[in-house]
């Protein structure tokens, strides 16, 4: 159950970044896809 809790867990994150209840990210998907990116250190 460990990775049903873990995507749970990643549909709640993204509705909050869509929300804009996240204050690190810029609006709109490209701003979306660049905070998520650095979030888990991935080169764009």
Do not use: W, Y
């Amino acid at each position: 159950m460990r990775t049903a809790s873990a995507t749970i867990k990643g549909f709640e994150v993204m509705r909050m970044i869509r929300r804009r209840h996240c204050l690190l990210c810029k609006p709109k998907v490209p701003g979306e896809i660049q905070f998520i990116n650095k979030l888990f250190d991935v080169a764009a």
